[in-house]
Every structure is written in structure tokens, then in C-alpha cells.
């Protein structure tokens, strides 16, 4: 509450500004009225308690009405005037007093806080006016120090004043120009930031589309040639159908189409599924983790060789994952299919078994068989678009690339270890959601 009530009184009730940098000097601005307004007071003060002079009571006045017209013009969105009215009549106050307080207090010290206050508050978008300023008050503070051209009496000032003003003037001009230096440090480290910020996303942007331009040439050209393959099989079959008139041939022949269609029919999937995962966003919602699996598990019960696999799910029925449902069910469907497709035939006792368990920040994920395996030199490619790591493999290659994108999708990770002939590996792992 107090934060607001303070940007309200520096900035006003509704101020738009387009970037930082400028809304940092329209609140330097305010902060130098303020600032502003304050010492005149302080001097006001000291003045009235000490040698009261109505002529530099008057001016000390005019120059905190001063502060205060440049404050209410920046609230209202005047940038450029506040800091012209604030500038101008700093400036001439400072050579008015500098004609009659004697040189030793250090009066000129304020001329090098008003120049770097200039500098900070303009900016390089209006620098000419900067310039121009800093001018200014360097020809003001030359004429004040050669020259006598005003009839402002002298004021001679014993060691004491002298000493004391010497001192007020030092702390009033160093604490003044540290506020405005650290605040062009600050808007320099924001800038550096925010542009190496910038940096760092580009670079991940240019990764990312160095990345996805490459993997569309590998997804244009394989796309191509695992869509036009069953389709000229099929073709061909076709030719041969016409050309027998063997019911045993015919129905050889419409079994292969069948195969050919089926194997286009998953691709097809394959493809669907790489376009959901990448462009759709992650929707959460509450999965019961024990049903989810059993129902993928039922979608394959009738899979070649399926009734001599045994199935274990070690899962919790009461164990809930918010998540994706949809790229749930891609990365355990293809999972799990997997593990029906490579079983090794010649085993005796085939299993598959997969476990979950909730730990207090993630959901980890099992899944082992004791199928035919992936030869280990193949494991690091094993993600990779396309890529088979089995010569009777009959897919796409697709399948554990989508796995892999869609765990990324959900902040997760999934590792692989196999061996030939002993089985496979899966290990997966998803943050607990917020949700």
C-alpha cells in the first residue's frame, strides 16, 4: 500500500509510458522536484532560525514553488516541460545565490549535481536539450565566478559560517548526485540485463528453429517415401488381384493389402500424433493413473502374440496424476505397444511390467519387459526422428521420437536401458503438478 501511494504521488493516476528507461527518468524527475523542494525548504528554514533576509527568503520561496509546478506537471504527463521549468530555475537560483554567498562555502558544488541530474533526467532521446542546459549553467557559473553584474549585497560570513556551510553544502550535494548516479547505474544494469535477456532468447529461438527446419527436411522427405510405399504396394496387389483368377491368390493378395493398409493407418497416426503434441497446449486435468493404463493394456490385448505376455501393473488405484490426458495416452500407448510388438517369441515366461510411485515432487514411472531388446550402440539414437533400431521393425520410427517430445512437453524425462535378447528399460519421471 505504501509503494502505491508513493508511485501515485510521482506518477499520477493513470501515466502511460512506453518503455523503462523513460519511465525511469519521469520518476527521477519527480524525485528531483521533490528533492528539490525539500532542500529549499531546509534553507528556508535555516535562514528564517539564523539571519532571516527576506530577498533570499523570496527566493528560496519561488524556487520551491518551482519544485512543486515541475511535480505536478510531470504527474499530468508534461515530461519534457517539468524538466525545463525544474532545470531553468534551479539553475538561476544557484547563480543568484552564488552572487552573494562568498566562494569558500562551495555553492558551485550544486552546478556539477544540477549538470549531472540534467544529463540523467533528459536522457539520449533529448540530449540536444541536455546540451543546452549543461551550457547554461556552465556559463552561469562562469559569470557568477569572473563577474559582478548584479546588485545582490555581499554576505562576508565569519570561519564558523563558512565552515557550516561548507559542510551543509557538501552533504546536501553528495547525498543528491549519489541518488542520480546510482540511478543511471541502475538504468544501465536494467538495459544490460534486459538486452542480454533478449540475447539468451534469441539464441534459444534460433536453436529451436535450427532444430525444427531440420527435423521438417527429415519429415518432408521420409514423410513422403512412408506415404507413397504401401500405397504403390497396394497398387501393385491390385494389378496382381486383376490378374488371377485363384480365390487362394485373391485372398493372399487382399491379406497384404490389409497389412500395407494397416501399416499406412499407423503412420498416419504417428503423424496426427506429432502434430497434436506440437501444437496443441498442455491441458491438466486429473488422471486416475491404475484406469489409464489398464484401458491402453485393453486396446492391445489382441495383439499378435499378446496372450502368451503377462501383464503386471504395480500401480496404486488410488494414485491421481493431473496431467495431459492426451499426450498421456500417446507416450504410454507407444510404450506399451512396443513392448507387445518386440516380444521375444522363443521365451517361455514373457512379461511386461509397470510400475508408478508418488514421491513428494514427482510421479515416477516404470516400465519393463524381457523382449527382444535394443542393442546398446543404438540406445543414444533410439529418440531420434525416424530412426529403427530394429530391422524387423514395421513402423514409422516415429513412435519414441513423439514419446520423448510429448515428456518434454509435460517437464519430464524418460530414459532407456536394453540389452539384446534380455529386455528393456523404460524409466519416466513428471513434476507434481500445481494443479
Known amino acids: 500500500m505504501p509503494t502505491r501511494r508513493i508511485r501515485k504521488l510521482i506518477l499520477g493516476e493513470h ?40 530577498y533570499s527568503l523570496i527566493i528560496q520561496f519561488v524556487c520551491a514553488v518551482a519544485a512543486a509546478t515541475s511535480l505536478v506537471l510531470n504527474r499530468k504527463g508534461k515530461h519534457t516541460a517539468a524538466k525545463i521549468i525544474l532545470v531553468l530555475v534551479v539553475n538561476i537560483t544557484l547563480f543568484i545565490f552564488s ?84 540511478f543511471l547505474i541502475n538504468l544501465n544494469h536494467r538495459s544490460e540485463s534486459a538486452l542480454l535477456e533478449n540475447e539468451q532468447q534469441m539464441s534459444a529461438k534460433n536453436e529451436e528453429l535450427t532444430k525444427v527446419n531440420a527435423e521438417l527436411d527429415k519429415f518432408m522427405y521420409s514423410t513422403s517415401h512412408d506415404l507413397r510405399s504401401p500405397i504403390s504396394s497396394v497398387l501393385g496387389l491390385i494389378q496382381l488381384t486383376k490378374m488371377t483368377n485363384d480365390p487362394k491368390e485373391t485372398k493372399t493378395y487382399l491379406e497384404m493389402m490389409e497389412e500395407r493398409l494397416a501399416s499406412l493407418n499407423k503412420f498416419i497416426k504417428d503423424i496426427s500424433d506429432y502434430s497434436r503434441n506440437a501444437r496443441t497446449d498442455v491441458n491438466h486435468e486429473p488422471i486416475p493413473v491404475q484406469k489409464a493404463i489398464n484401458d491402453i493394456i485393453d486396446h492391445l490385448k489382441f495383439y499378435p502374440g499378446a496372450e502368451k505376455i503377462s501383464v503386471a501393473v504395480i500401480i496404486d488405484s488410488n494414485l491421481v496424476m493431473h496431467t495431459d490426458a492426451t499426450r498421456f495416452q500417446i507416450i504410454f500407448s507407444n510404450l506399451i505397444s512396443n513392448s507387445f510388438k518386440y516380444v521375444d517369441q522363443h521365451k517361455k515366461n514373457c512379461f511386461i511390467r509397470i510400475s508408478a510411485q508418488q514421491t513428494y515432487t514427482e510421479i515416477k514411472f516404470r516400465l519393463e519387459d524381457n523382449g527382444l531388446g535394443i542393442s546398446e550402440k543404438y540406445l543414444p539414437r533410439i529418440f531420434d526422428m525416424f530412426f529403427q533400431a530394429h530391422e524387423k521393425s514395421e513402423g514409422s520410427g516415429l513412435g519414441l521420437y513423439i514419446v520423448k517430445e510429448a515428456v518434454i512437453k509435460l517437464n519430464g524425462t524418460i530414459t532407456a536401458k536394453s540389452k539384446i535378447e534380455i529386455g528393456s528399460v523404460f524409466e519416466l519421471s513428471f513434476p507434481l503438478s500445481k494443479t
Not at 144 to 161: A, Q, R, V
Request: hydrophobic letters at 50%.
Open 99 to 182: 552572487e552573494s554567498e562568498p566562494l569558500p562555502i562551495g555553492l558551485y558544488l550544486f552546478f556539477i549535481v544540477v549538470n549531472v541530474g540534467t544529463i540523467a533526467a533528459f536522457g539520449f532521446e533529448e540530449k540536444k536539450l541536455a546540451i543546452l542546459f549543461i551550457s547554461f549553467s556552465f556559463f552561469l557559473f562562469t559569470l557568477s565566478l569572473f563577474t559582478d553584474i548584479t546588485n545582490i549585497p555581499k554576505i562576508g560570513g565569519t570561519n564558523e559560517y563558512i565552515q557550516y556551510n561548507v559542510f551543509l553544502n557538501f552533504t546536501i550535494s553528495f547525498i543528491s548526485s549519489t541518488v542520480i548516479i546510482y
Open 15 to 54: 501515466p502511460f509510458i512506453p518503455s523503462r528507461s523513460q519511465y525511469k527518468r519521469v520518476v527521477l524527475t519527480s524525485q528531483l522536484s521533490i528533492l528539490t523542494f525539500f532542500i529549499c525548504i531546509i534553507f528556508f528554514t535555516i535562514d528564517i532560525l539564523s539571519h532571516p533576509n527576506l
